[in-house]
């Protein structure tokens, strides 16, 4: 049975008990105030605003820091709502959140520009691309190009589309990684073009030199003369030194570079003349004048480059290299005669005579001049 | 009559000490977090960008009222084991969609280099069977050039698909494939016109 100082002693315990149980409730009340339930809310959704605008391509380093000190802020967080309450200091949290939010804000602001960038660096490249693309064609094109500077040419082709498609997405970025890819190909592959080009004019001014002295004999002499030039892809006719006529002509298809033996498609370059002119019945391909390759300086050559093995023994210099009509197809085709439309091999025909001296030269103008006169070239569509 | 008074005292004091010490639902937390992962490395995060997205968020909000809720004597997570459990259900719908619109691009894809492989070996015999002799060597010359590129695409596209790049795999093949009917029509209207002057 308990007696009176019992109960007072018990209802004095319980009074304690309930007075520290209020006053816990009250300390633990405001401490769950203190939490950084709203700093970390605005974290997450800065991120989330950051993240829509393209950060994560477009500012990727920043968000990236950002998501970190969320996350980190989250862990502390954690860290201190296991401690008792009266020790819980989320100081650390607040500062860490307010920092994803300020980082998580400038990454979004530098993606929105960044984007907005990528999107005009890109259109502006590829119009440049574009534009290098019609320049290499207008420029090589219509050379001999050997098979692997072809097939890089059509996979840059290729590429750029693959280019369009990305922008069309709003995937600027990866735009920008394959136009770096594609203009450092079509440098090189234009580099590797020029230079074909660039040896070949090594023989320009023997070539000036032979056309300016021709020339000048027909002036003399006032007599015909043939100028073949093979990168305008021309056949000039002169009388007395004055130029005449010019007519569009085919080659063979191997063109660029002097012929060294039959059957590499070659058409010869040098000093000729005209030893037989035929025609109907006599030749398939309208009217022809028969030249005299190979003439003493192509044996010379021929007979060298079979004794240093750069020709195979057993084949010949070649031969039957004519100016004949059935051209006009637009490209070169010949085994490396000289193929001129008929109603030009007409005018040809009629002007020329058993020893009318050709000349085949490479170019009659210097390189920068073709080169102008290339870019001037209409492309067909 | 004190004593029932007191027991009750006792009762009351004993029941909020228990009711101030609700658990954290950790293991529907386990699951809600291992159902969001599993989307994650399904390729959620590629295929189906925005519902992944949401379905993090929702989860980062989810671990902020069990930490808010931690702080408080009487922390509640009846409303957090719902959401949570919503997690989780959304995650696997995730996971579902997200499995199937990797089977839709990929066999979108196959579909197209199967196109492309087929239309490839047609133009390659068109390019044999072209006219022979000069007429038309350049353009061949050309022409070949572009199917050896668009060979070259077609193989870098099959590598794509192996190491799982579906979408890049797929906008290379889509080009090609352009490209390549294009060539087609072209050996197409090369052939008919021989045939015409037959």
């Known amino acids: ?381 | 009559m004190k004593n029932k008074f007191f027991s009750a005292i006792v009762l009351v004091a004993f029941t909020l000490f228990v009711s101030s010490c609700a658990k954290v639902p950790q293991a529907e937390l386990d699951a809600a977090t291992a159902a969001v992962e599993l989307a994650r490395t399904q390729g959620a995060e590629q295929y189906l960008p925005a519902e992944f997205t949401a379905l993090q968020d929702s989860l980062n909000a989810v671990k902020e009222t069990i930490e808010a809720q931690k702080g408080k004597m009487f922390g509640s997570f009846g409303e957090v084991k719902t959401r949570l459990a919503n997690i989780s259900e959304q995650s696997v719908l995730v996971s579902t969609l997200t499995e199937n619109r990797k089977a839709e691009v990929l066999a979108e894809t196959n579909a197209l280099l199967s196109d492309l492989n087929s239309v490839l070996a047609t133009a390659k015999d068109l390019l044999a069977t072209a006219p022979k002799g000069k007429e038309g060597a350049a353009a061949m010359e050309a022409i070949s050039a572009e199917i050896s590129a668009v060979e070259i695409v077609a193989a870098e596209a099959t590598t794509l698909i192996g190491q799982g790049n579906i979408f890049e795999a797929h906008d290379k093949v889509k080009t090609a494939l352009e490209k390549i009917n294009s060539v087609k029509e072209e050996l197409e209207a090369v052939h008919a016109k021989v045939g015409r002057r037959r």
């Open chain 1, 1 to 381: 049975m308990l007696t009176k100082r019992s109960f007072n002693f018990i209802y004095l315990l319980m009074a304690v008990l309930l007075l520290g149980a209020v006053a816990f409730y009250i300390l633990n009340q405001h401490s769950a105030g203190e939490q950084p339930v709203e700093e970390i809310r605005l974290a997450r959704e800065a991120l989330a605003a950051s993240r829509e605008a393209g950060a994560m391509i477009y500012a990727s380093e920043r968000f990236q820091s950002a998501e970190e000190l969320y996350d980190s802020a989250m862990v502390i967080w954690q860290r201190e709502n296991q401690k008792w309450f009266p020790l819980r200091n989320y100081s650390q949290v607040l500062s860490l959140a307010e920092s994803s939010v300020a980082l998580a804000y400038a990454a979004q602001q530098s993606a929105v520009a960044t984007s907005k960038d990528a999107n005009l660096l890109s259109a502006g490249r590829l119009r440049d691309l574009d534009a290098k693309i019609i320049r290499f064609e207008k420029v090589y094109s219509s050379l001999p190009l050997p098979e692997s500077l072809r097939n890089d040419f059509s996979r840059i082709k290729l590429v750029t589309e693959e280019i369009r498609l990305a922008r069309s997405r709003q995937q600027y970025k990866r735009a920008i990684e394959l136009l770096d890819t594609v203009q450092n190909l079509l440098a090189s592959t234009e580099t590797d073009a020029n230079s074909l080009v660039i040896r070949y004019f090594e023989n320009f001014e023997s070539w000036e030199l032979l056309v300016k002295t021709e020339i000048e004999q027909s002036k003399i002499t006032g007599k015909a003369l043939l100028v073949v030039d093979k990168l305008s892809g021309k056949l000039m006719v002169y009388k007395n030194g004055k130029l005449r006529h010019s007519f569009a002509a085919e080659f063979g298809s191997n063109w660029l570079g002097d012929k060294l033996h039959q059957g590499d498609k070659a058409t010869p370059e040098g000093s000729y003349f005209v030893t037989r002119k035929k025609e109907r019945g006599n030749t398939i391909y309208y009217k022809a004048l028969l030249i005299d390759y190979p003439n003493k300086a192509d044996l010379i050559r021929y007979q060298n480059n079979v004794a240093n093995g750069t020709i195979p023994r057993g084949i010949g210099a070649g031969n039957l290299i004519e100016i004949h009509g059935h051209g006009g197809r637009g490209y070169h085709w010949t085994d490396g005669c000289i193929a001129l439309e008929d109603r030009d091999m007409d005018v040809v025909y009629a002007i020329s005579g058993v020893h009318t001296p050709v000349v085949v030269v490479g170019s009659t103008v210097p390189y920068s001049e073709w080169y102008q006169n290339q870019l001037l070239v209409e492309q067909e569509d």
